[in-house]
């Protein structure tokens, strides 16, 4: 069994605070809920920075495991929503709006109002699709020749 990071724990437990004081402020109106909104980027660092750490052995089993952890809850999530709103108030959304939600990308396009609060599963979809290819062309072998063409690429979409 690993033994836990205390530190990251810690980390966890000061975003999570920040993310229910945010919802808070929001709800009051308060300007400092922007700056108590910065607990969503520390998760996301903080998932990025384990997730960079963890070797991916075999990609479909990765890609299977994360489907069944995070868009199959996902898909469920928003199409029981989704009939829910349309039977109690009959409002349904677009079927762009609804196809963009179900395959995870709706934080990126729009997601159904009762929904909006799930616009992070994109987002988490994303990186979990690039992993294994950031992972891929940046070992220690690749990763000098390899951040050359990254910067190179930057530069050329600026």
Not at 10 to 28: D, E, N, P, S, Y
Not at 63 to 86: C, D, G, M
């Amino acid at each position: 069994m690993k033994e836990k990071n205390i530190t990251l724990s810690i980390i966890r437990v000061i975003a999570t605070i920040m993310i229910i004081f945010c919802h808070i402020l929001q709800g009051l109106g308060s300007t400092w809920a922007y700056w108590a909104n910065l607990g969503v980027t520390i998760f996301f660092f903080l998932s990025g920075y384990l997730y960079g750490n963890k070797k991916i052995e075999d990609i479909k089993s990765f890609y299977q495991s994360r489907f069944f952890k995070i868009l199959l809850p996902n898909i469920i999530v928003i199409f029981l929503a989704v009939l829910i709103e349309y039977l109690c108030f009959r409002t349904r959304p677009s079927i762009m709006v609804f196809i963009a939600s179900i395959l995870g990308f709706g934080g990126f396009y729009q997601l159904p109002p009762i929904v909006t609060h799930t616009w992070f599963v994109s987002y988490i979809a994303l990186c979990y699709l690039l992993l294994p290819f950031f992972q891929y062309y940046f070992r220690e072998d690749k990763f000098k020749k390899n951040l050359k063409k990254l910067f190179l690429l930057i530069i050329v979409i600026q």
